[in-house]
């Protein structure tokens, strides 16, 4: 798929993800949704073992020292064996390592990056609060200076990993007499520093990424804990929201991709009125429609990579990583309804994983950030683009390509 993008490279990595993906038995997929594996331990080791953990993370911390481009062709294929395959592993080896790389002391680097990407210790960000996730400046988990540690009290919900990982990348306020955006700070929390995993969720599809609430009572952090700077938190968050938002998006094509197949195959075998189904257009459009969807899902993605990799505007890769995210994964719940309804009564059983697919797929529009949320930050973005664009333009005003455009009295904005 795309191969025409890739080099020869980048397709022998897409291979090798292929690989990994094809290593998984059925098995294994089918404990985690039935929530008999409670954190892909094993299989996250396996990761390590090929070197696949950490893509991104530089060579010398055990790493690939990849690119954009070439972690998003990995994690589609990482994701087709089910969404929560590639959520735990772009957690650990994705969006915690970002912190890391970009904040961390040479020490925090060897620390934690090595034993990551050998896939011998499982990292979790705690963003999300029992008040709320939307509103991450609000969060209310504390940490208070004693002499050279602080001390952490709250909790975090919803976490991936709460069962399982070893280190949590954990947000806690620090100063309360600022504004919280100058008041947070970022730590590495151990486990054995006193982390609690109180709840672990029933949930509608993601299962098996030990998705938990983790509770802080009283847990002594040392300061060597700090990532980057105390009171330091916020253009950390920006920056992880990249592998975050970004690396979700990505992930959610590979994790529909099977739906689309398996209802393409289904309906040249199925046959109504005496003919395979795909000879009805109702049925053939629905196809076209999924593979228009997904394809122009995955061009997005493409795009958005080079803009990162390449440096481009901060808040144009901001606006292009959130626009992306509510996107892909908008088109990619349609992909996996369009292949639910090709196949009819029998997708909706579990006698073909598609059922499985669309639980897993509803909350991609929820996590890291819900779409809304996406939209708040696009809008956001766009207006100050434009205004910047306004203020230093060669470009055409085509306001101007209208019979009556200069009738003055008829453009009143107040
Ligand atoms: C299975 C699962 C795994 C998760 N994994 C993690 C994890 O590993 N780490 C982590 O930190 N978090 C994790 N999350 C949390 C997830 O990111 C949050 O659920 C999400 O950010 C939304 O927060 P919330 O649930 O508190 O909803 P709320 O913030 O309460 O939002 C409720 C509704 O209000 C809307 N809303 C809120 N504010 C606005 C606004 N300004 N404009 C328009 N609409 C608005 C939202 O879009 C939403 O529809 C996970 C969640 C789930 C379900």
Known sequence: MFEFTMTPEQIALRDEARELAKSVSREYILDMDADKIKYPKEYLQECGKRNLIGLRVPKEYGGRGLGWEEDIIALEEICVNGYMFGCTYGV?????????????????????????CKGEKFAAECLTEPRGGSDFFGATTVATRDGDDFILNGQKRFIVGGEGADFFLVYARTNPDVPAHMGMTCFMVEKEMGVKTEYVYGLMGCRGGGTARVVFDNVRVPKEAVIGEVDGATPIFYQMMIPERFGTAAMTIGAVRPALEIATDYSTKRK?????????????????????????????????????????????????????????TEQCWDVANLSMQVMGGIGYTDVYPVEKILRDMRLSMIWVGTNEIMSVITQHEWYKERKRELENTTKRNSEFDAINAFIEDEKIYE
């Open 272 to 328: 109504a009125f005496g003919r395979p189904i795909n000879k009805f257009q109702g049925v053939s459009f629905k196809i076209a429609d999924a593979v228009t969807k997904l394809d122009s899902s995955r061009s997005l993605m493409y795009v958005t990579a080079k803009a990162v990799d390449s440096g481009a505007h901060p808040d144009l890769c901001r606006r292009l990583v959130s626009e992306g995210k509510k996107f892909v």
């Open 92 to 116: 650990t080896g994705d969006v915690v390592p970002e912190a890391i790389v970009h904040f961390g002391t040479e020490e925090q680097k060897k620390k934690y990056l090595i034993p990551i």
